[in-house]
């Protein structure tokens, strides 16, 4: 493939991404488009410049071979090191072990390369680890993407001035707010603050039914919580019926819809929800955009992580026929391995 081909196909991609970013930057895509636009500027470059190196193609080439080697066993390490952490500070359960599982399997693909080049194995065994880093693979490019996606909505012009300003809940402890959900009443209420001293006082939606451990609803318990922060009472709107993310939108937009019709929604939770939770309000026609508040250091690996593998179960379906691909392709490639060896005619006999 010449430079040019692949020169132009990642200024496309570039292009695309511009165009799909400022027609709506919750779409999945812009991470797609940055990834390959990206990806393909590098190739056109090394492809470009082969025989001759300049100091462009040299930098990619360091970057290719030593950076991202070393990054890959750096993040591996970190990712099992903050594992242990949450599993020290949270207790086990799936979502907390998530750190810990990526980081071990990101530690054990390098180990089942060297492996299987090391000396001549059953072709069974390098069939199977060559199916494993092929889908590990795809899965790193899945995820190159969906960071991408959140790297570029991180720029994504937000609504200076809401009419509304929707807090998703969480898990409240003895009817009282824990420190994850205050992170984000805090953030809205700095919001609500600043616009208020503009004269322009929004909505404060606390979203959040009752669950069968907690109390009191969610929803109650966040109000108060805003109302002891400063936030006039005329400008709380509990919704107090959500049991889930799609729940909390459509049921507070319901409500803002009533007190204040065709007004504008921000979404506040907490920093690693932000981007799954704009592509959910956009897929339901929102229109709202999203903002975070921080969240503890260490949890954060293991939530983008839980946030990733949600993202990759809405859309399994698509993910299901290239595993599906990738499997069948490892599979004909041990067939006719296995046919050139003699071992099929064996077996047949």
Not at 165 to 193: E, F, H, K, M, N
């Amino acid at each position: 493939m010449t430079p040019y081909v692949t020169g132009g196909a990642a200024i496309a991609c570039a292009v695309a991404l511009v165009v799909s970013w400022r027609q709506d930057p919750r779409r999945l895509r812009n991470g797609v488009f940055a990834v390959l636009a990206l990806a393909l500027g590098a190739i056109a470059v090394l492809t470009a410049q082969q025989d001759d190196p300049g100091p462009l193609a040299q930098l990619i080439a360091v970057v290719a071979l030593g950076v991202l080697p070393l990054g890959y066993l750096v993040l591996s390490v970190f990712l099992i090191a903050n594992g242990l952490v949450m599993l020290r500070r949270e207790g086990r359960s799936l979502g907390n072990l998530m750190s810990l599982l990526t980081g071990l399997a990101m530690a054990a693909l390098p180990v089942l390369l060297v492996v299987v080049t090391q000396r001549e194995r059953p072709t069974w065994f390098v069939s199977f680890v060559l199916a494993l880093l092929l889908l590990g693979g795809y899965v790193g490019w899945v995820f190159a993407c969906f960071a991408a996606y959140c790297l570029t909505y991180r720029f994504a012009p937000r609504t200076r001035r809401a009419d509304a300003l929707v807090v998703l809940g969480s898990r409240v402890i003895d009817g009282r707010v824990p420190p994850l959900l205050a992170a984000r009443l805090d953030r809205a209420v700095g919001i609500y603050q600043r616009q208020r001293g503009e004269g322009h006082a929004p909505l404060v939606v606390p979203s959040g039914g009752q669950g069968p451990d907690e109390s009191v609803p969610e929803g109650v318990a966040m109000a108060e919580y805003a109302r002891g922060k400063g936030v006039d009472p005329a400008h709380l709107v509990v919704e107090d019926r959500a049991r889930t993310t799609e729940e909390n939108l459509l049921l507070s937009r319901a409500l803002v819809q009533e007190r204040r019709p065709g007004g504008r929604m921000l979404v506040v939770t907490n920093d690693y929800h932000v981007f799954r939770t704009a592509l959910l309000a956009r897929r339901l026609g929102t229109g709202a955009h999203v903002v975070g508040a921080p969240t503890a250091r260490y949890y954060v690996p293991s939530a983008y992580l839980r946030e990733f593998v949600a993202v990759v179960r809405e859309h399994w379906r698509l993910h299901a026929v290239v595993a599906a691909i990738i499997l069948a392709i490892v599979a004909a490639g041990m067939w006719v391995s296995l046919q050139d060896t003699g071992l099929v005619d064996a077996l047949a006999v």
